[in-house]
């Protein structure tokens, strides 16, 4: 059973458009992470949001987590190459380990 | 500061051998986990440990063992190395609460099992 699930899976896109990845639940999450991992390396955390309705943004990136807190998007305008990667969501219930999703993996080409 | 080390980043094994994955943190970090990542199917959970001296197993244990002597390291030990044990492996840290500082994780361990 996948607790989260990540839409698209693969999205390739051309620099300077925008898009929406998802991440959804049917559980409720105390907290939910954005991470996004390069070729070679390991996933880097990009945002945590923890109150349903938040919206965080980090320049052109901009996270919201659900009203019931069972779902979170990204929404990156303006893509660009530097953007590609594989982005992950990871979701906490409490004190428990985080459950992370199979990520979509973004590819902006110049 | 340095974060998550992880060592070897590439090893090539034939079946049956053993090897160990090392990992050391110097955030003072009690949290640890080993995951293994394969193509399309997202991070899968292999051990954790909630500090020195205590370790439990996540997901898919099967094959793996792990030790937690102190806080800084937490070694991934393969014994009988198999094909299925293909796979990049990380390991992560975390800070208390983890659910609102997130993973910090290392590079990585490419290993093919051949």
Known sequence: ?110 | NAGVTQTPKFRILKIGQSMTLQCTQDMNHNYMYWYRQDPGMGLKLIYYSVGAGITDKGEVPNGYNVSRSTTEDFPLRLELAAPSQTSVYFCASSYIPRERYGYTFGSGTRLTVV
Not at chain 1, 33 to 51: A, I, S
């Open chain 1, 1 to 110: 059973t996948q607790l989260l699930k990540q839409s698209p899976q693969f999205l390739s896109i051309q620099e300077g458009e925008n898009l929406t990845v998802y991440c959804n639940s049917s559980s409720v999450f105390s907290s939910l992470q954005w991470y996004r991992q390069e070729p070679g390396e390991g996933p880097v955390l990009l945002v945590t949001v923890v109150t349903g309705g938040e919206v965080k943004k980090l320049k052109r990136l901009t996270f919201q987590f659900g009203d019931a807190r069972k779902d979170s998007s990204l929404h990156i305008t303006a893509a660009q190459p530097g953007d590609t990667g594989l982005y992950l969501c990871a979701g906490a219930k409490g004190s428990e380990k985080l459950v992370f999703g199979k990520g979509t993996k973004l590819t902006v080409n110049p």
